[in-house]
């Protein structure tokens, strides 16, 4: 539809396939600034991400809606500015020091 759409979901990271998959959710219904008013959020489920890393730097991720009017497909991700790194290690995923965490066990 061409407009920005906030996606929101949440995952535990599983070191032995390098993935991370959850059910996410769209939200709409509420404004900026002033006029915001929490109980305007309204969350529709929108479908599954899995997000797949080969690096601590890249990966990708793979989408599948089952909102009308939204497509399924995949995409390469490639870490690109510091904060991206920061929010990855927040979040459990081990930092670009340490791909050896990431690679599956044999």
Do not use: Y
């Amino acid at each position: 539809q061409g407009k920005p759409a906030w996606l929101i979901g949440t995952g535990i990271f599983d070191p032995a396939t390098r993935s991370v998959q959850m059910n996410v959710q769209r939200t709409r219904g509420a404004r900026f600034g002033s006029a915001f008013r929490p109980a305007d959020v309204q969350r529709i489920d929108w479908g599954q991400v899995r997000l797949t890393f080969d690096s601590c730097n890249s990966g990708r991720a793979e989408w599948a809606s089952q909102e009308a009017g939204w497509s399924s497909g995949s995409a390469a991700i490639k870490e690109t500015q510091d904060h991206a790194k920061r929010s990855f290690e927040v979040h459990g995923i081990p930092p670009a020091c340490q791909i050896a965490d990431i690679r599956p066990s044999v």
